[in-house]
DNA sequence: CGCTATATTGAAGATCTTCAAGGTGAGTGG
DNA sequence: CCACTCACCTTGAAGATCTTCAATATAGCG
């Protein structure tokens, strides 16, 4: 396949807004890897020799705590970018990266990421751009822990998941639990738990994922406090 | 004062990396803002006109969640800038702030920093790795809020914001305690009583701070899991 | 079929919150 | 100077939430 061809298909905001010839430069100067789910990408506090562009699958960021707990910092899909900012720094990798699923990734060289950053002044606006995003996230998954139950942020994971389909919303989980759980910061006991609650908030398992009956009910228990919650058990 | 003055006392990464004709620029079109105790600097979801750099005390970033909580997410202190992101996007802030504490800000109008990221092509490689900067934090506090309960968040605040002193490690706290939970994660009760515990640690209270007696053993609580902090209360 | 990984459930306990009451200290006015 | 107020902090008790551990269920796969 062309570059231009495989550039055009990752549907990637970082690729996409560049100009072609940056584009098919890095893409050409990349390398297409296919993962098995679990295999290991980097680890954390090792040299960063390349950046990488999710192609397909998900891709699970991670810290390995001195607890030996693992913290699941971000998940990432086709067209998310990672490590750009451990190469840019010439640095190690701040955080371990798994492929979460089978998943196909372009993986861009330092020195071809930092030669365009060079040569193309716009690309650096783009990057800049990007780790806004990233900021942005980031505090979005903050203020869920500091301030959400675990419940409630199951149940906004699941709103941000679901597509329509036919009358109601359904939500293919996009990877295995255990992660899932990693990711909103609780166990898979709870997790589990958490969706057998759902069930009286209008979200029923049908095959292979679950369909949200009553949006309405989940907005609101995702916007209630503890004591509305209680009071709503009554 | 001269603006080269004011720039280098600010100690802000920002403008000290920046070359002087920037810099200059930058304070010239600025203004020098004192903030009281509790008064807001802007609110969230308001366009955004100015950003800031902190020159003297803490300045608060945080949201209202549709439940009424307050996320804090992240406090400011000198020489940190914050609402760059939001100017530089030319849209609304992603939070408010308020003055934690009686503060000194330079608010930089958005068109002189719109206008030197156009004139001066370094700056955008400064602001890119402040964000970078920005990521590191964020992900940090992802990491506690996931794996670390409220005590071990606790005491790894503590630790950050210890400096020797004599034989021990002393602890000025930088804000109140209602402040200080909401950044946690945890109610000011919570914090109370975490704080009564790690006396058992070597945290003892003395005039105006925190002593920590015992590094080690605080240290160990941080890296510590659940089942071992079981285990070492018999 | 049995094996293994993943998911669920129950029971007990740890952790955090909520609500209520009391304490402390700085600032104010008599 | 003392009492009063107000803001902040602490403590106790009860309850909600989450975890831990153990047992069981389910599904994919050689």
């Not at 679990?38 to 040299?47: K, N, R, S, V």
């Not at 371990?96 to 089978?102: F, L, M, P, T």
């Amino acid at each position: 396949m062309q570059p231009s061809l495989i550039a055009a298909n990752i549907q990637c905001p970082i690729l996409s807004q560049a100009k072609l010839e940056t584009r098919e430069f890095l893409v050409e100067r990349s390398r297409i890897r296919r993962m098995e789910r679990g295999e290991g990408i980097f680890l954390h506090q090792t040299p960063a020799r390349s950046c990488f562009v999710v192609m397909n699958g998900w891709v699970k960021l991670y810290r390995i705590l001195d607890s030996g707990d693992e913290a699941v910092l971000r998940m990432h899909t086709r067209g998310e970018a990672f490590a750009f900012a451990d190469v840019l720094r010439r640095g190690d990798h701040q955080y371990g990266a798994d492929a979460a699923s089978e998943c196909l990734l372009l993986e861009i060289p330092a020195d071809a990421l930092r030669q365009v950053l060079n040569d193309d002044p716009a690309f650096g606006a783009i990057l800049l751009s990007h780790s806004f995003e990233q900021i942005d996230a980031l505090s979005d998954q903050i203020e869920a822990l500091k301030c959400q139950s675990g419940i409630q942020r199951v149940a906004a994971f699941l709103r941000y998941h679901a597509r329509p389909k036919g009358n109601h919303l359904f939500v293919t989980l996009p990877y295995e639990k255990v992660l899932m759980a990693a990711y909103l910061g609780i166990k898979p006991e709870s997790l589990s738990r958490a969706l057998a609650k759902l069930r009286q908030h209008g979200v029923v398992a049908v095959d292979g994922g679950l369909e949200i009956t009553d949006q309405g009910a989940l907005d609101e228990l995702i916007a209630s406090r503890a004591v509305e919650r209680r009071m709503a058990a009554r």
